[in-house]
């Protein structure tokens, strides 16, 4: 289902727990960012056997999380099941090169080593992650559903509302435009005996809507665009800021989203890109748009005296 229900009492321990963890983030004088990461997934049938998705990996928010925590902020990481996770994307896909890198020592308390050259980046992605976790840095919230991404993001919004402008949302998910109300879904597995399948979808509310004017009025917004038109991509960018009055817009485009973005915003243009020095370097994208965004919350955050001086 897309329409926003009533919270159900798992959105309203969601709600409950993002708001003690940020509490604790705010007393530790640190900012808060909400990502949002990975793809939705639709369902065709009410006892669902087939679902619509989408491209996303994921990539994108594990790797602005990383970045975030690292520049100081407490994360809260709302990511679709099984997408990529900070740090963990260090380690190889399941499969044998990653069972061949493990080993068993034998004993009466049998032990799994790892080969640390099959896994280049995992020690200082470990050391990093442990970090994050004994500082309480990363909150991991996780969804599957498009009803259950819109709840939880109202409730985590809801949440990190009373930090007022140092809660940053990085609304990096791809979020299906597209749903099936519960009341025309057909129960069972639909038949291929029935012939070729037409479906009508509607539309799912745009969720940045509801974010801005009433979840958190104050938080600084950045939401994300993607286009395979690359013609169209800043105007479109440039009509959501409009439409929702946020701050900022990622705009990218699908094949070039690794190496190159548009950050726009009301009044500019910044095309942040990686240099072929750079990609050699293993620089990552998401360095310089975190860096960016930062920058760009830190003036939000002066424009707005009051509410700073509760905070940090
Ligand atoms: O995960 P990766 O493989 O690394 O790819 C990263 C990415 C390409 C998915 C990411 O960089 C990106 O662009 N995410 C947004 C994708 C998108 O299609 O957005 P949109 O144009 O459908 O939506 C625009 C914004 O509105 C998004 O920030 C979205 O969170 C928000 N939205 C969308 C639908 C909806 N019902 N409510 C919303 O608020």
Redesign the pocket.
């Known amino acids: 289902m897309?329409e926003l229900l009533p919270p159900t009492p798992a959105e309203t321990e969601v709600e409950r727990r993002v708001r003690a963890w940020a509490e604790v983030q705010r007393a530790r004088g640190k900012r808060v960012a909400l990502v949002?990461?990975?793809?939705t997934q639709v369902p065709l049938e009410a006892r669902a056997v087939r679902f619509l998705e989408n491209?996303?990996?994921?990539?994108?928010?594990a790797?602005s999380a990383e970045r975030l925590v690292q520049a100081g902020y407490g994360v809260c990481f709302l990511h679709r099941a099984r997408?990529?996770f900070p740090w963990a994307r260090a380690l190889p896909p399941y499969g044998s090169s990653l069972l061949d890198a493990l080993r068993v020592e034998a004993g009466p308390a049998p032990r799994v080593t790892a080969d640390v050259d099959a896994f280049p980046g995992l020690v200082p992605a470990l050391q990093a992650y442990r970090r994050a976790k004994d500082e309480d840095a990363l909150l991991p919230v996780e969804f599957s559903g498009l009803g259950e991404y819109?709840g939880l993001l109202r409730a985590a919004a809801r949440a990190l509302s009373p930090l007022g402008s140092s809660a940053m949302f990085y609304?990096?998910?791809?979020?299906?435009?597209f749903y099936i109300p519960a009341s025309e879904m057909p129960e069972h597995k639909i038949q291929s005996v029935d012939g070729p399948l037409q479906i009508t979808m509607k539309m799912?509310?745009?969720?940045?809507?509801p974010?801005v004017k009433e979840w958190a009025p104050e938080a600084f917004v950045i939401?994300?665009?993607?286009?395979t038109n690359p013609s169209i991509l800043v105007d479109?960018a440039r009509q959501?800021l409009e439409k929702y009055r946020h701050q900022v817009v990622?705009a990218?485009v699908?094949d070039s989203?690794?190496t190159s973005?548009m950050v726009v915003t009301r009044d500019s243009e910044m095309q942040l890109s990686l240099s072929d020095e750079e990609l050699t370097q293993g620089v990552e994208i998401e360095e310089k748009i975190v860096s960016h965004l930062e920058s760009r919350h830190t003036a939000f955050m002066e424009k707005q005296p009051l509410i700073r001086k509760k905070v940090i």
């Open positions: 897309a949002t990461s990975g793809g491209f996303s990996s994921g990539r994108r928010g790797a997408s990529v819109l609304l990096a998910a791809a979020v299906s435009d799912v509310p745009k969720m940045l809507s974010l939401s994300f665009k993607l286009e479109k959501a990622v990218n699908l989203r690794r973005v």
